[in-house]
């Protein structure tokens, strides 16, 4: 684990603004907009992160990218300790104003790195609580109490603000979504001009497709089970499944399953790079997640596309998706009721076709666009920066 040397040949800006956040791809996928808006505020922006494959992206914002290797999927204090150490010695080269940390390990090493520099304006932006969140026992309770004691405390100071996806993450941590240190926003956002509705495919068969990370968290067996039950009953409905399983992530789903589980209806098609073209030729966008979601991006960008939604009743997911609204809601880790609800939209093109524009809406008029929430965010900067 080490870091890349910061340049001494820094020009001085007039504020920097500095994100926090574990992998280069997370940040190219869900936050450069985030960067362009910082910009466009006349900020000099950098982004630390593990770098891979995305630094030409985020670079071509204007941005600058540092390299700190820490491994996410770490549970190791010391391991985490001595990133934070290399963090703060970067954020003290660099001269932070504002520290922006990006999901909880970004806040975990993040924040104690900003602590360690002396740096009072911290952003702890929360994506999901992930397995903490999605625990529903004594072990998840105690692991919300402890990082709710954390968050709260030892890396908290006058000068932190808390961005939420939903407000369960922010009543989680025993913060209440409308106090001023508080900003719940949509997500990441989505570009409603990139991602614009297109006709519906035919019926029958109902095309259903899961567009998320290979990981059992995301109940992508749960959709493969609800799928294989429909046509048990005679339902035409077939599901695609694009994405890859995630190395890094101790919740992978391995590749031996995937392919194992495409046929009967069932298929795998592994990562897209055309998310538009995939909706165009589906109905429905399915996530069956466990839970421990942010505002899950594969739900807007689908809504934005006009297409029906049929997702778990757990936080970030019913933060977008309102029952017989904008989809269907159902239970998590229940294949059966899943099942239901596909086998409901398979007869029904008319609810289906109402759903899709409905979703669509919501995300035009709801906050979930990538505009309004940039704007969001502007305001939390600008608070930090007028203090």
Not at 202 to 209: I, Q
Request: charge should be neutral.
């Amino acid at each position: 684990m080490d870091s890349a040397p910061v340049p001494d040949n820094l020009p001085s800006p007039m504020r920097r603004l500095v994100f926090v956040v574990t992998e280069d791809w997370f940040f190219a996928s869900h936050f450069l907009p985030m960067a362009r808006a910082a910009i466009g505020m006349g900020l000099s922006v950098a982004v630390v992160t593990r770098v891979r494959d995305h630094r030409a992206a985020i670079e071509a914002t204007g941005a600058q990218v540092v390299a700190l290797e820490a491994e996410r999927a770490s549970l190791n204090p010391m391991a985490a300790g001595y990133a934070a150490g290399q963090l703060a010695g970067i954020l003290k080269a660099l001269k932070a104003d504002i520290v922006h940390c990006i999901a909880l390990r970004g806040i975990l090493v993040g924040g104690t790195a900003a602590a360690m520099a002396g740096i009072p304006a911290r952003v702890y932006a929360l994506t999901g609580l992930g397995l903490v969140g999605a625990r529903t026992d004594r072990i998840g309770s105690a692991a919300r109490l402890a990082l709710r004691t954390l968050i709260r405390g030892p890396l908290a100071s006058r000068g932190t603000r808390f961005l939420f996806e939903n407000p369960d993450d922010a009543r989680a941590l025993g913060l209440d979504p409308l106090e001023q240190s508080v900003t719940v926003v949509g997500g990441a956002g989505v570009d409603p001009v990139r991602f614009a509705p297109s006709p519906l495919p035919t019926l029958p068969p109902l095309r259903v497709a899961v567009v998320a990370r290979m990981l059992w968290s995301k109940g992508i067996d749960v959709a493969v089970e609800a799928a294989r039950l429909a046509r048990a009953q005679g339902a035409p409905v077939e599901l695609a499944l694009y994405g890859a399983p995630d190395p890094s992530n101790r919740r992978s789903i391995a590749e031996a399953a995937l392919r194992d589980w495409s046929r009967d209806g069932v298929a795998w098609h592994g990562p897209t790079e055309d998310v538009s073209a995939v909706w165009a030729g589906h109905h429905v966008a399915c996530l069956p997640s466990r839970g421990g979601e942010g505002l899950p991006r594969t739900l807007l960008e689908a809504a934005a596309c006009g297409r029906a939604l049929v997702a778990s009743d757990v936080p970030g997911c019913r933060s977008l998706v309102r029952d017989g609204v904008e989809g269907l809601l159902v239970p998590p880790d229940d294949a059966p009721a899943l099942s239901r609800a596909l086998v409901r939209l398979s007869g029904d093109p008319a609810l289906l076709a109402a759903l899709g524009a409905a979703a669509r809406t919501r995300i035009e008029t709801g906050g979930f666009t990538e505009a309004a929430v940039t704007d969001g965010v502007r305001a939390v900067w600008r608070d930090l920066l007028d203090a």
